[in-house]
């Protein structure tokens, strides 16, 4: 099969640990083997998260005293992707991926009247407890949100519309290639007169079904730090939705910085395009692909709804 598999932050980085170089590379030397044995048997585009590097960065550019002005959130979110596009591509190759592997630096077209554009709601940086946050924000000039029992920046997340550099990656596929693209969704563009940078954060998992639908993927699927929607999250009665359908997930709330796009881009890709989509736990990478476990979205009758 052709799939889109979106790697959360959670495949370099887990919640509260400090973005050390060395973390992030023996976190994905444990994701690798699972998702290059995926790559073996599938044609496979990795599309990843980067809220916790493109953050890092840029308040390492907000506290240099050197620069005039801080780097803009546009050439972050470059760097970040040959940064976790080099650590991937390490790490699947230790892990046995023999063929080539292709980091493709992705510029991702938005529309500047999105009404995203007013609002920030994606997460990135650290957590911070609630007095840190609020200090950091006032001295910054940053937008704050809750994220579970922390706080963190939020930024403008407009919707993709196109991906500049799909017929490179298309091509890349055929070749037999393993094909990293649309990180952090990719560098954010407007196109009228020529390209202009956006200060904003795309989300992955919609530039991910974007790519997903433009590519012809048979599955789009979404890996995570939890075993798949829940209802309930954070209580007692916190279930995973099993076989479920768009209209039936669409129905239930879900947090708009985190599990709520991922729903929202899996809804769409099914609705779209027919196929299924998954969201699961990055640990559980095949189950999730053949089925087995994780939220299953299909066009049909939900089956499994609740299966724990």
Known sequence: MRLVIALGGNALLHRHEPPEAATQVARLAL????????????????????????????????????????????????????????????????????GPIVTL???????????????????I????????????????????????????RVVFSPLPQRIVELHAGATLLDTGATVIMGGGGGIPLTDHD?????????????????????????????????PGALTDYGTPDERVIGDTTPGLLRALPFPA???????????TFVENTGKPAAIGALEHAEEVVDGIVGTQITPGPASRAGRL
């Open 105 to 123: 630096v992705t510029h991702t077209v938005i529309d500047a009247d999105d009404p995203a554009m007013g609002e920030p709601t994606k997460f």
């Open 194 to 226: 020529g390209y202009t940078p956006v200060e904003a954060v795309i989300d992955k998992d919609h530039t991910a079904a974007l790519l997903a639908r433009a590519l012809g993927a048979e599955q789009l699927v979404i890996l995570t730090d939890v």
């Open 31 to 98: 994701a690798a083997p699972a998702l290059a044995r995926l790559a073996v048997q599938h044609q496979v585009v990795f599309v990843h998260g980067n809220g916790p590097q493109v953050g890092l960065l840029a308040r390492e550019s907000t506290d240099d005293a050197t620069l005039t002005a801080p780097y803009p959130l546009a050439a972050l979110d470059a760097e970040t992707q040959g940064l976790i596009g080099s650590l991937l591509t390490q790490a699947l190759h230790n892990a046995g991926l023999a």
């Open 125 to 152: 940086g650290a957590v911070y407890d609630h007095h840190r946050a609020h200090r950091l924000a006032a001295d910054h000039g940053w937008d704050i949100a809750r994220d579970g029992d922390g706080w963190r």
């Open 257 to 267: 910085g985190s599990m709520g796009p991922k729903v929202d881009a899996a809804c």
